[in-house]
């Protein structure tokens, strides 16, 4: 039975066959003093935006904000790298009392000199939403002057939750959309939204779809460039991954430009299929060959990883995951990668799911699993003690949760530098899976002292001592 740590969020857990129908709350702003594991608006925005490489990033703000967003991300660059420099304002007491125009207005001159970007974001941290200073006329300004795209982005931290900075993000880049030329774009072309590009992701991914004859027009934002998302508008296809970052931009872009959309996955090998196929369905009419070039890519990639997948799965069958990611489409496919690798999902959550999103995920988990919204370590605690898990997947956040309990950790966020996309990252991640949960130092942990303790006094000393366990450990009540 799943108690609620903190009364107030009761409606944000839910246990699938528990006693209580499906009724989850989301969205909601977070519990104050609950140390919320999701992020601001500011940094919604900021993880959005920041792989676009050729751009210039100003955080206008105190420079602890800049100090928390930077290189966030592991987003790669296949040219440019200016997204990895992190610029700030870095605004003082003294900018707080008479307002901090002038030293944006400065910063910007000076680092568009110096750098040549092809635009510059920038951002509004919660303090410039108290002092009010106006940024939309300084870009205005600074943008006329220099003769580059100069975008603000109204992201304020304390003016609601991460998902509102997706928002921001997504207004400041529909700017540049519809700026650029289009003659040269095929009738069989799409933008890549919603993929970041970490460990080269987005390159596995484009090479797929050129593999079936489509082009991708920009990639957004993941190893972007400004000159692309000038152009984006020409593409006949947004296949958005994840379930919010980038969702508003197609939205956007099908309001304005008529664009359609779809979403994908491109975790786990039903989902990175189900994404070709997709897309190879959508294009069907303009050309009957894309659905036979297809099939071709996804049996290729599928016979290459499947004796690897078979062989790693006899190790893990039955045991446990926790989930806890930004975007909820996330772990839909992480439910149904570990289905594959014969494991359960015992606890799965995330930080900006919708009630739909949460609906679906009670659809696709087994009986018994919490499934919950915009957790603290608290919580996230009790959950993985309460289920015994034997690893967790997450992100920064959550990494120290894990290993203090003494339990495996995947990290399949913003900072990983393993590609787990496509059929290549199925691989990867079943390998990572492995090897965490498969390491032998789980057995010296105090979560595992009274099974441990069980096995050693019957035949499993030789097998620690073996694995070089230090003297201490095997002592009465060292583990
Ligand atoms: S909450 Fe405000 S002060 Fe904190 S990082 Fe976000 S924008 Fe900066």
Not at 102 to 123: M, N
Not at 193 to 205: H, K, P, Q, R, Y
Not at 297 to 303: F, H, K, N, P, T
Not at 330 to 337: D, H, N, R
Request: with cysteine; glycine share 10%; proline share 4%.
């Amino acid at each position: 039975m799943t108690q609620p740590i903190f009364e107030d969020r009761k409606n944000q857990i839910h246990v699938k066959g528990g006693a209580e129908p499906f009724d989850m709350a989301c969205n909601r702003d977070s519990l104050a003093g609950a140390v919320s594991q999701r992020a601001c608006v500011f940094c919604g925005s900021r993880v959005v935006l920041y792989p676009i490489a050729d751009a210039l990033h100003l955080v206008h703000g105190p420079i602890g904000c800049a100090a928390y967003t930077w290189d966030i991300r592991g987003a790669v660059s296949s040219g440019p790298e200016l997204h990895r420099l992190s610029f700030s304002t870095d605004l003082r007491e003294n900018d707080v009392v008479f307002g901090g125009e002038q030293k944006l207005y400065r910063a910007l001159c000076e680092l568009i000199d110096r750098h040549e970007p092809k635009a510059a974001f920038v951002y509004s941290t919660c303090i410039v939403g108290i002092i009010g200073d106006d940024m939309e006329a300084v870009c205005r300004r600074v943008e006329k002057e220099k003769g580059v795209p100069v975008i603000p982005v109204q992201s304020e931290g304390f003016k609601g939750n991460k998902r509102e900075g997706y928002d921001a993000a997504c207004k400041a880049m529909i700017r540049l959309a519809g700026t650029a030329p289009i003659d040269d774009i095929s009738p069989l072309s799409i933008n890549l939204l919603g993929d970041f590009n970490l460990a080269g992701e987005i390159w596995v991914i484009r090479d797929y779809f050129e593999r079936m004859g489509v082009q991708t027009v920009a990639n957004v934002t993941g190893d972007g460039r400004v000159g692309d998302i000038r152009r984006s508008h020409g593409a006949a296809l947004n296949v958005v991954q994840c379930s919010g970052a980038t969702l508003p931009f197609a939205r956007m872009m099908e309001e304005e430009y008529g664009i359609p959309y779809i979403r994908v996955s491109y975790f786990g090998i039903e989902d990175m299929s189900e994404a070709l196929y997709d897309v190879a369905r959508f294009f069907a009419e303009k050309d009957p060959g894309i659905m036979e070039r297809t099939k071709k890519v996804v049996s290729e990639e599928i016979r290459a990883i499947m004796p690897r997948i078979k062989e790693l799965r006899k190790d893990l069958e039955g045991k446990k995951a926790a989930i806890y990611v930004g975007g909820a489409f996330k772990a839909f496919s992480l439910v149904k990668t570990f289905r594959h690798l014969g494991m359960q999902t015992a606890i799965v959550g995330s930080q900006t799911g919708t009630r739909e999103d949460y609906a679906e995920l009670e659809a696709i988990t087994d009986p018994g699993t919490i499934i919950v919204d915009d957790s603290n370590p608290l919580e996230l605690q009790a959950f993985i003690k309460e289920k015994d898990v034997d690893i967790f997947v997450g992100g920064v956040k959550e990494r120290p949760i894990a290993y203090k309990l003494g339990v495996g950790f995947c990290d399949h966020n913003h900072e990983r530098k393993e590609c787990l996309e496509g059929f290549v990252g199925m691989v990867n991640f079943a390998e990572e899976v492995h090897r965490t949960v498969m390491s032998p130092v789980w057995r010296f942990v105090p979560r595992r002292t009274a099974g441990k303790k069980a096995s050693l006094e019957s035949n499993n000393i030789d097998s620690a001592c073996s694995l070089g366990a230090p003297e201490e450990c095997m002592k009465e009540g060292a583990i």
